[in-house]
C-alpha cells in the first residue's frame, strides 16, 4: 500500500477484486453453457461478466500490486468455477479435489495476509 492510498480506496480495492474474482467465475460457467456462441442469453451473461471482471481487476490494480491482484483473480475465480461444476453434476466430486481447492483458497487468503 502507497503512503498516498486511503485506507477506504485501498479496502475498496480489495473488495471489487473479490467481486471481480466471482465474475471470473460466472463468465467462465456462461461460457459452457453458451454451446460456442451459439445460445443468445448465455453469450450475452459472459460478455458482460467478462467487461466487468476485466474492468474491475484493472480497478483492483490501481492500487495493488500485479502479481498478487492476478493470483487473488484467478484463484477466486478457478475455485468458484469448479465448485460449480461439482454442484452441477459436471464434474465429480473427490476429498482430493475438496483438499486441493481449500488449499488454493488457503494461498489466496495468504497473499492477503501478507500484503
Do not use: N, Q
Not at 477506504?8 to 461460457?31: K, N
Not at 502479481?67 to 475465480?77: E, H, M, N, R, S
Not at 468455477?81 to 466430486?93: F, I
Request: include cysteine; proline fraction near 3%.
Amino acid at each position: 500500500m502507497c503512503d498516498k492510498t486511503a485506507p477506504e480506496e485501498y479496502a475498496m480495492s480489495w473488495i471489487v477484486l473479490v467481486v471481480s474474482g466471482v465474475l471470473e467465475a460466472v463468465w467462465a460457467a456462461a461460457l459452457d453453457r453458451s454451446e460456442g456462441f451459439s445460445r443468445l442469453w448465455p453469450s450475452v451473461l459472459f460478455a458482460v461478466a467478462l467487461v466487468l471482471s476485466m474492468g474491475g481487476l484493472a480497478y483492483a490494480m490501481r492500487e495493488l500490486p500485479l502479481g498478487t491482484a492476478y493470483a487473488v483473480w484467478v484463484g477466486i475465480g478457478a475455485v468458484l468455477t469448479v465448485v460449480y461444476a461439482m454442484v452441477t453434476g459436471a464434474e465429480p466430486v473427490s476429498l482430493v479435489r475438496l483438499l486441493l481447492l481449500a488449499g488454493i483458497v488457503g494461498c489466496v487468503v495468504g497473499l492477503k495476509v501478507v500484503h
